[in-house]
Every structure is written in C-alpha cells, then in structure tokens.
C-alpha cells in the first residue's frame, strides 16, 4: 500500500500591526499657537513671569496694608521683580524734533525704584509736563526694560524779552527756554512785562490784517494795556487799549496804508490812540526834536 506524503507548505507570515494614530493633544495645539505667535517663547515666558510677579506684589501690599508694614514689604516685592530681569534700562522717546532727548531721558529715569512694576507712569508724565517744551506726553511700558515716551511739542511762535533778558515762547506764552540774542531764531520779538500773556490776543489782532501781519517785526506791550507794533521798515504804530478799540484803528491803518503807502517812506511813528486823530511824525522832526512817551507807557524797564 504506497502510502501518500502530503508537502506542508510555510506559514504566511502574519501582517504587521499598524500603531494606533496618535490623536493630537492639547498641548501640540498650544505649541502650534505660540509658534504663530510673532515674539520667541523665552519672551512670553518672561512676560507670564512679570504678570504673575506683579500679582505677587500687589497681593503681598494688600497684605501688608491689612498688617501695617506695607512699605517695606512692597518695596522688597518691587526689587524682586526687578531682579527677575524686568528693569528699565532703556528710554524710547517718539515725536522728538526739537526738544533735547537727554533731557526726556533724565526726567524718565529719575525713578527711585527702576523695576518695571513699581515705575509710576503718571508721575513720570507729571514731570515731563514741567519741562516747558513738552505740550502733552504719554508713558508706556514695553517688556521686558523700556519705557516708551511719546512727546507732543510746542512750537516757538515768538521771542519775549523782558528785564533784557530773551526766551522763546510759545503762541500761548508758554516759556519754552532761555535764548540770547545771537541764537535767537527769526521770530517776531514781543517786549514788557506780561507781554508773553498777551501774545495770543495779539495772534487774532494780526490776523484781521492779513496784508500788513508780515510786515509786523515785533511789539511793545505798554503799561500792561496797549500795543505798539513795529514793522520791518522801522516805523512804530501805537493802537489805543481795548480789543474792539485796537482791531479798529488797525483795520483803518492797514486800509490807509493800502490807498497811499504809508510804510517806508521815512515816517519814524504813528499814533492811533484817540480815536478821533491820525497823528505821524516824519524822521526829521523826530530827529530835530525828540517826542518822549508819557510814563505810564514805559513797556520796557
């Protein structure tokens, strides 16, 4: 009886497991976000660090307030933060054209405490504010050391001088410095005392003229009531007190001037202090005999 062999072929090897797909978790969202994100991860680490500080430290004053040793404790918490790396080290100044920076930079860093969670924003403004110069100032922190100081500034509309001595005005009469007579800028020069409180009204007198404003070299502010203009081609035109007054003899001037050319030919004043006269002194009769003003128009000690 042949008996018959049956061949065992080999066993299929099983198919390999395919690992379950990780599902994305949280975390790999928020890492996807913070790549996004425009600043590096060491810098949003020092920012959540400063926030949580600064609550430590307001957390801590609250306490100390309700024990009564506030002071020390909350200076002690504000050199922390500090020491964490959030100091001001730097001033960035904005809307600078002519103020001196190192001034801004002076005033802004005169801080007892540097920390960025105990700098006082609004009394750095303060003292921005009492530097002549500065119209309006806004202070901001910017993590992790500067503090950004964004300056609006006056402008120079005139020259002041009184007892002699020169300073740079704003259209308000705000000092805004000290100048001497070989680096004062090209403005009109107003003279007496009070008289950088009065510019402003002066501004809306010369504005009713249009044609003779630029032909105004300066004025005089006499006896703390009226106005002597100067022009540019050396004559001097005393107006009468009062606003309503003065606008009127000016308007009448510069209307006189326009029909017969009043200015530059040699006429050393003219007076329109009463208002029912037109008074003018040719050069040589002032040269031949001097005109003294009354005292009480003295604008000038």
């Given at each position: 009886m042949t008996t018959a062999k049956i061949k065992r072929g080999k066993r299929?090897?099983?198919a390999p497991r395919r690992k379950p797909a990780r599902r994305k978790t949280q975390g790999s969202r928020v890492d996807a976000v913070l790549g996004a994100?425009?600043?590096s991860r060491a810098t949003l680490q020092r920012i959540a660090t400063l926030v949580i500080l600064s609550l430590l430290v307001v957390l801590v004053v609250v306490a100390a307030n309700v024990s009564g040793v506030s002071a020390k404790i909350a200076e002690e918490a504000e050199k922390a933060v500090g020491r964490a790396g959030f100091e001001v080290r730097r001033v960035e100044v904005v809307g600078v054209d002519r103020i001196d920076q190192a001034k801004v930079y002076e005033i802004a860093l005169n801080q007892r405490n540097r920390s960025m969670a105990a700098v006082d924003l609004d009394e750095v403004r303060r003292d921005l504010m009492q530097y002549g110069w500065i119209a309006d100032a806004r202070v901001s922190r910017?993590?992790?050391?500067?503090l950004v100081v964004?300056?609006?500034?006056?402008?120079?509309?005139?020259?002041w001088q009184n007892n002699r001595k020169l300073a740079l005005i704003d259209k308000n009469g705000v000092v805004l410095e000290r100048v001497n007579a070989r680096n004062a800028p090209d403005l009109p020069l107003v003279i007496g005392p009070n008289a950088n409180r009065q510019t402003k009204q002066l501004d809306k007198l010369l504005d009713e003229v249009p044609a003779l404003r630029p032909l105004v070299a300066g004025a005089t502010w006499v006896g703390n009531r009226r106005w002597d203009l100067r022009f540019q081609s050396g004559e001097t035109l005393a107006l009468p007190e009062?606003?309503?007054?003065?606008?009127?003899?000016?308007?009448?001037?510069?209307?006189?001037?326009?029909a017969n050319r009043l200015l530059g030919r040699g006429i050393v004043r003219f007076d329109m202090r009463d208002p029912d006269k037109f008074v003018f002194l040719p050069g040589e009769r002032v040269a031949a005999k001097p005109v003294?003003?009354?005292?009480?128009?003295?604008?000038?000690e």
């Open positions: 299929a090897k099983p994100l425009p600043v910017r993590l992790p050391d500067t964004d300056i609006v500034e006056r402008t120079p509309s005139a020259v009062g606003d309503g007054e003065a606008k009127a003899a000016l308007i009448d001037f510069a209307r006189m001037d326009g003294d003003k009354p005292a009480a128009d003295s604008g000038e």
